[in-house]
């Protein structure tokens, strides 16, 4: 589910994988069948880099990834997969994947983002639905 720093979290003990950390509304979570298993967790320290994916939708045009290309660069920030496709309506569709430090660097990039030309919406996805 890709907790980023400043997420709530909760971690749950595996059967071979040690304790994982979720986000308090991650789906796998919200539906586990032994309570038992999760336990109270925070975030230490400064942390490190956190993927987290991003879907944009906007109106296809030429330029438009180098504009989100370009965007996100100038604040630092990675981008370390990217898929895009261009619907029948004159849509295309993204889901980019990005390497940040913490939420608040991750809302400045989405509002950024939605002042961009032609992007209709952009959101963090939570439900695991990233291409592979």
């Excluded at 939708?57 to 898929?83: C, H, K, M, P, W």
């Excluded at 940040?100 to 695991?128: F, N």
């Amino acid at each position: 589910c890709h907790p980023v720093l400043g997420d709530d979290i909760i971690g749950y003990i595996t059967r071979a994988r040690g304790v994982t950390v979720h986000r308090k509304d991650c789906p796998n979570i919200l539906h586990e069948d032994e309570p038992e298993r999760l336990v109270a967790v925070e975030w230490g320290g400064s942390g490190g880099l956190y993927t987290v994916p991003v879907r944009i939708t906007a109106l296809d045009r030429v330029g438009l990834l180098r504009d989100i290309a370009s965007l996100v660069s100038s604040e630092g920030v990675n981008i370390v997969q990217t898929y895009q496709s261009a619907q029948p309506d004159g849509t295309a569709l993204f889901q980019i994947t990005l390497e940040i430090a913490g939420m608040s660097q991750l809302s400045r990039i989405l509002s950024k983002l939605e002042t961009v030309s032609g992007i209709g919406t952009v959101a963090r996805i939570t439900d695991g639905s990233v291409p592979s």
